[in-house]
């Protein structure tokens, strides 16, 4: 067996590949790049965390995670398959919920569904299925306004995973979020993820979120975004809560912190 075999053998699966990705915005006030020769893999199952200062590219770089924005240069792989030329489903959740308001939960959990013209049997069964693992069956006739912050988010949460996406894109899901409710909302995500065996990409400016709820964090430097360091999170606990009150967490904590200053 050659050194590249045993590699292989060891080595999970790339999930999702960037390769020396590139962006820059034209407009006709002139050029933004934004993002400049960031590498970055992702492996089935992983809960990735990004964090970065405001400004520095992390939406842009979901965007082209998603397949929505084309790089400049550079390619993202899914599966091993250029993303442009990939059919696997991506999910993409929103700093806002974006439930419509007139439609009750259900409607708004199957919108995707519809949209697709998915709407078979299987489909339906497994959004039942969700709800109702996930607590929500009693809502299912309620408008969004009726629901508080935490639920809307599980609601938008499920609406997505009824899709069966490959990976999951999070976009600063809790800062519409009061402190309070953030932790909570947080574990229960984290949770509802795990559970479903996705693989995730979370964008956060909050370290603490990251760290609790991550396998890695990605520090990203100021735009040009790029990747400045991963960290490998090893804490114990199963969920962000009972990570939070790790002795490690304030330690980690100051690791990153001190990276993303720097
Ligand atoms: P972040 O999410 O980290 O706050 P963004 O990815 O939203 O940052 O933006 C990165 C940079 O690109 C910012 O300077 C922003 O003004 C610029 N930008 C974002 N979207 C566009 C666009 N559609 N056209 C031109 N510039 C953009
Ligand atoms: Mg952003």
Not at 14 to 23: A, H, M, Q, R, T
Request: proline share 3%; with cysteine; glycine share 6%.
């Amino acid at each position: 067996m050659t050194k590249d075999d045993e590699r292989g053998e060891t080595m999970e699966k790339n999930l999702l590949e960037v390769k020396d990705v590139g962006l820059i915005y034209q407009s006709k006030f002139g050029e933004t790049e934004a993002i400049k020769n960031l590498n970055l893999e992702v492996k089935e199952g992983e809960f990735i965390a990004i964090v970065g200062p405001s400004g520095c590219g992390k939406t842009t770089l979901l965007s082209i995670l998603s397949g929505i924005l084309k790089t400049t240069s550079g390619i993202v792989y899914v599966n091993g398959k250029n993303i442009q030329d990939s059919n696997s489903y991506i999910g993409y959740m929103f700093q806002r919920d974006e439930l419509f308001e007139w439609r009750a939960v259900w409607q708004n959990i199957i919108l995707g569904l519809e949209i697709k013209k998915q709407i078979g049997d299987g489909q339906k069964e497994y959004a039942k299925q969700l709800i109702e693992k996930y607590g929500l069956s009693d809502f299912i006739n309620k408008k969004p306004r009726e629901l508080s912050g935490g639920m809307r988010q599980r609601v938008a949460l499920i609406r997505t995973l009824v899709l069966n996406p490959q990976i999951l894109l999070l976009d600063e899901p809790f800062s519409a979020l009061d402190f309070q409710t953030r932790l909570t909302v947080c574990d229960d995500v984290h949770n509802i993820i795990k559970n479903e065996k996705k693989t995730a990409v979370l964008v956060t400016h909050d370290i603490s979120e990251a760290i609790s709820m991550a396998d890695r964090v990605v520090v990203l430097t100021n735009r040009p975004a790029t990747v400045k360091k991963v960290f490998d999170i090893q804490i114990e606990g199963d969920t962000p809560l009972k990570r939070r009150e790790s002795p490690k967490f304030s330690v980690v904590f100051n690791d990153i912190w001190k990276e993303l200053v720097k």
